[in-house]
């Protein structure tokens, strides 16, 4: 969260962001662990895929549309184990005890540092679900199967 406390303050950093002066970072925890990269890129085409959720595209493969990089999107992320640390500690305490009624998928595993360099709608969130670590409460994108397999068709590079 950035504040200014006066308007010649916010005008220069609207510019700063306008001109990319500025690099941005967000943190988020998944209920997973990683499975083979911990850290990398993740490189795509997003396309709107059903019910208004976002996938990524492989860089290779054309849409039917023939444009195939309009929403192409990199992000940079680094994965870091948080062991079984129990949620309780983050939740009000009247969640506390609905949390310990839910599965141990609830747990949070990871902590993941995404650097996004382009500004996509859920740019984030499909990265995250591309590479095997969905967002811990995100109902869109964490639920059902997680992308990642070998038949997945994101593009992503290990560091």
Do not use: C
């Amino acid at each position: 969260l950035l504040l200014a406390k006066s308007s010649d303050i916010a005008n220069t950093l609207v510019n700063k962001f306008k001109e990319k002066q500025v690099t941005k970072y967000y943190m988020a925890i998944s209920g997973k662990r990683p499975r083979k990269k911990k850290q990398g890129w993740v490189r795509g085409d997003m396309v709107l895929g059903r019910r208004g959720s976002y996938k990524l595209v492989n860089e290779n493969k054309k849409e039917e549309d023939g444009d195939k990089r309009s929403n192409y999107a990199v992000t940079r992320f680094f994965t870091a184990g948080l062991g079984n640390v129990p949620l309780s500690p983050l939740l009000h305490p009247k969640e506390v005890e609905e949390e310990e009624q839910v599965s141990s998928t609830t747990t949070p595993k990871t902590a993941i540092l995404f650097q996004p360099h382009t500004g996509k709608t859920h740019q984030l969130r499909v990265a995250a679900k591309s590479v095997g670590l969905p967002i811990l409460g995100d109902a869109r994108y964490a639920g059902g199967r997680v992308s990642g397999s070998d038949d997945d068709t994101t593009t992503t590079e290990a560091d």
